[in-house]
Structure formats: C-alpha cells, structure tokens
C-alpha cells in the first residue's frame, strides 16, 4: 500500500482512479491554496504507476490555482460538475503560461479532460488584457488524440483549448462563455472536430483552425453579444500555408454575432488552387450576424482566398451588410488579400431573407449577395430564395435560376425556419399540415440529392435549412404559386378542377 494524502491506495486495486478532494477523503487533499501542487501530485503518481489513468476532482470544490497543471501521456483528469479549477487572483502570471497543459515540450498522447467547470477569474485579473496570451485554459503542442468534453468554460482572458502541431482533436459536449480569444483554435492541425457545443464569444471567435486540414465544426449553438468586448467571427478558417481542402461546417445555429457568422479567409504568398479549396458550409442557420458598428467586414459569410467553396442549404435571415461576401478587410493591421485569381463561391440552395445594411458604411450594403472583390472573385448562384432584402439581391453578381418569393417559414420570429407544406412538415416531434406551401419545396438545384427526404419528396430536394435531410417538409399542393401537372390531375385536386370546368363553361354561355 502506498498512502496519499490522508487515503491509502493500493497498487494492485482494480480502480484507475486517483481522486482529488478538499474533504480530507481524497487520495491527494487540497486546502484551497495553490491546489494545483496535490493535483500535480496525483499526476506524477499516474504517471509513475501506469496502471492508473485518471485524476477526478471532487466536488463541491473550488481548486484554487497558483501554476500549471500539467499531464503526462495516456490520462483522463475528470471530475464533478461542482467541481471547478479557478485561476488565483492578480495571477501575474507570464505571457502563454496555460492552466492546464502538458508535463513536458515533447508533446502528448491520448489525454481526455471532462466534466468539471473552469473558472479563468476574468475580473479580479484585469491587469492583463485579453487576447495576448495570457492565462489560456487549456494548451497542448505536438500531441494526438485529445479530448475535450462536457466542460463548462468561462470568464477567461484568452483560449478556451489552444492546440498546436497536433492530430485527432475533439472538442464536444462543451458550455463556453465569455473567453477571451477563441474558444478553440488549432494552428498546424489534423483531423479536428467539434460538435454539440454551446458558446458565446469574447474578444475572438468560437472556434478558429489556422492552416488546419480535415476539420468538422457541426451541431453547435454559436452566439455572442452587442458590445465593443463580444469578439470577431463565430467561426474563423484562417490559410497563410499548408493545405486546407477538407473543410466541413453544418447543422450549427450561428446567431447575433458581433462579427460574421464564418469568416473564411486565405492570404499571404501565392498558393496552389488545391490548397485551400472545396470548403463545404451546408444545413446552418444564420441570423443577426454582423451586428458590429466598428467593423465592415461583418455578414452571414465574409470569404476571400478560397476556390469552389460550395455553400448550400442554409438559411440567412436580418444578417448585416449581406448574407455571402467576398472581401478582406482593408483597414486590417496585416495584408489580407489573397494574391491570386480565380475564387470562386457556389451558392446553392439557400434562403436569404431580411439582409440589412451594414452599421458602419452602410452605402452599397444591404444585399442577399456582394461580391466587393470582382476582379478576383466571382459567384455561381443556383436555385436560392431570395427575398426582402433591404437592397435588393445581388452587387456583382447574378442569377437566372433563383427564385423571389416569400419563403413561407413556419415561425421565423421564432427562428422555426421549417417550410410550411399542405403535404406535411415537422413541428417539433410531430407533422403538421398547413393552408399553404413554400415555393421552395421541390425547387432546389435538380441535380442535388434527395434522398434523405421523408414521405413524398417530389423527386427533388428543398431549398433551405431541411433540405435533403430527415426533417424536410413534405412536397404538398402549391395554390397561389406553381401547379405541377402531375398535381392539377391528382385526386386531390378534382374540386378544383370541376370549379374550373364550370367558370370555363360560365364564361362561354355569357360570350356567346
């Protein structure tokens, strides 16, 4: 037996589990003072007794920290939700010393860090400012397999997880507020996902990748605040080097943002074509992004520096000064603009709604799509629903395939962005049938797939948020809009056409 702290712990014992308290029933006990030294303690015995794997943190405590935490190779550091790591006040700690990081510079391998709460102590360390470096929650470099889930992170001075030179990085299952940088920002990184997250921003962006390759941002609840502190971007895809070509962002909910909802942007030297394309934004919901006062680079997407970025099936609703933009910003401290041609944005599918003027410049803003960058840039616009845009829908650009008409949501107030259908659409667990149907339904590009539509799909997705998924309205009749022939001759129209024969036969004895 070998005795920690106050509990002795065998060995031989089947657990893995180290346990931290402030109770005195811990196998390392902690005082509320510099806990980080019984919390390294218990690190140090996991990594000399390879047969134990994780650090759990008791709670209801409060870890009071003066340094690091640091973890070796193959450990989990867990603990209760009650339980919180709380960074001391006046830390005065130096430029990108993090709370919690690795033991040594060599990188590490297969670390998981999960269920408990970081307290980054924001206002009793306002000396420091944020977004320099300081006091960066979570920090790894030259590692594999990390994971962060079901945290709740908050009130800090810089990055929430801050990951460089590494591969397999998941980020889930988080609640993060208020930071002072990214939530997550990975820089020379592989195969990074983040999913089921629920962040409001501070100073920069949700989440950040920096000449990062295959990357999935999905399922996440994106937000921010209207204030000169609340951040950039929702999501940030920065390229200066390296490849960048398997980008994927769907399902998220991206809303009152600061910044844009998705600032995608390459700069810097030359670079090849397959380096930085084939970015795929699809299934989002945009709506109040940009509502900065200071900036000119706000909207749904603002992008620059990318080839055939596809953007399809999402739904844009009072985003500012446009709902896609290409642009860079020129007021930026460092060049921006991409030294090549060629950019080229498909979009497709989509509904833009309620585009408003931008705060700051607002002249020539206010559109559904600008292209402010023509001698590089262009767009492909396909079968998108364009509608009541405060300037009207395109700035260099076109389209002989959209549609103008009003979209027929089932609540937008309530950002309930289903299509409304007499045929059927979802109303939260249950299917609902409506008096009218959405002009999107069935209306999408022809060749995009369908066949993830439920019931009758009319051979042809929706344009919108539910196209091509599970969730899609169901194809219905469309009085007031467009009769389909295979609907005017369906049972469900026989009154509609006996009405009609009679108004015919009407008309012809008053004629003649």
């Not at 002795?8 to 196998?27: E, F, H, K, M, Q």
């Not at 195969?191 to 629920?198: K, L």
């Not at 020129?330 to 944005?345: E, M, Q, R, V």
């Not at 049972?491 to 008053?510: A, I």
Request: aromatic share 12%.
């Amino acid at each position: 037996m070998i005795a920690l702290g106050t509990t002795a712990l065998s060995t031989t014992s089947p657990s893995i589990t180290v346990y931290v308290s402030a109770d005195g029933r811990g196998n390392f006990n902690c005082d509320g003072s510099n806990d980080q030294i019984e919390i390294n303690k218990a690190f140090t015995y996991v990594a000399e007794n390879p047969q134990f794997t994780t650090v759990y943190l008791k709670g209801p405590n409060t870890y009071i920290i003066s340094d690091s935490i640091l973890l070796g190779n193959n450990t989990i550091l867990a603990g209760d939700s009650t339980a919180v790591i709380k960074l001391e006040d006046k830390a005065g700690w130096s430029r990108n010393k993090p709370l919690i990081t690795q033991m040594n510079s060599f990188g590490n391998q297969n670390i998981t860090i999960k269920g408990f709460e970081i307290n980054g102590n924001h206002d009793k360390n306002k000396e420091k400012k944020r977004g320099e470096g300081y006091y960066n929650q979570i920090c790894f470099s030259n590692s594999s397999n990390i994971q962060v889930h079901s945290m709740y992170m908050h009130d800090g001075h810089g990055d929430g997880l801050k990951i460089e030179r590494s591969s397999n990085i998941q980020f889930y299952d988080n609640q993060v507020y208020k930071l002072g940088h990214d939530d997550l920002f990975a820089t020379d990184c592989l195969n990074v996902e983040a999913w089921n997250n629920t962040i409001t921003c501070r100073t920069n962006s949700g989440f950040r990748v920096w000449n990062s390759n295959h990357v999935k941002f999905h399922d996440n609840v994106i937000d921010s605040f209207y204030h000169w502190s609340a951040g950039g971007s929702g999501i940030q895809i920065e390229k200066t080097t390296g490849v960048m070509n398997d980008i994927e962002v769907y399902n998220n909910t991206i809303h009152n943002t600061y910044g844009p909802g998705i600032w995608l942007l390459g700069y810097g030297n030359s670079y090849p074509r397959e380096e930085a394309e084939n970015v795929h934004i699809h299934h989002n919901i945009f709506y109040s992004t940009g509502t900065n006062p200071n900036i000119d680079w706000v909207g749904g997407i603002v992008t620059s520096g990318f080839y055939n970025t596809l953007v399809e099936n999402n739904v844009f609703d009072d985003t500012y000064h446009a709902a896609i933009v290409h642009m860079y910003p020129t007021d930026a401290s460092t060049d921006l603009s991409p030294k090549d041609t060629g950019y080229t944005t498909i979009i497709r599918n989509n509904i833009i709604v309620n585009t408003l003027q931008r705060k700051k410049g607002p002249d020539g803003t206010g559109y559904a799509v600008i292209n402010s960058l023509p001698e590089t840039h262009s767009f492909v616009l396909e079968n998108n629903c364009l509608y009541n845009n405060s300037a009207g829908n395109y700035n260099n650009a076109s389209s002989t395939s959209n549609i103008c008409v009003d979209p027929h949501f089932a609540n937008e107030k309530n950002h309930d962005y289903h299509l409304k259908s007499t045929g059927g659409r979802l109303n939260g667990k249950t299917w609902v049938k409506d008096t009218v149907s959405s002009p999107c339904i069935d209306a999408a590009y022809p060749d995009s797939d369908y066949s993830k539509e439920p019931g009758n799909s009319g051979n042809r997705t929706n344009i919108g948020r539910y196209g091509n998924t599970e969730w899609a309205s169901i194809s219905g009749n469309r009085l007031g809009y467009v009769v389909w022939w295979n609907q005017l001759f369906s049972p469900e129209w026989k009154t509609f056409r006996l009405l009609l024969k009679m108004f015919f036969l009407f008309c012809f004895n008053v004629l003649y």
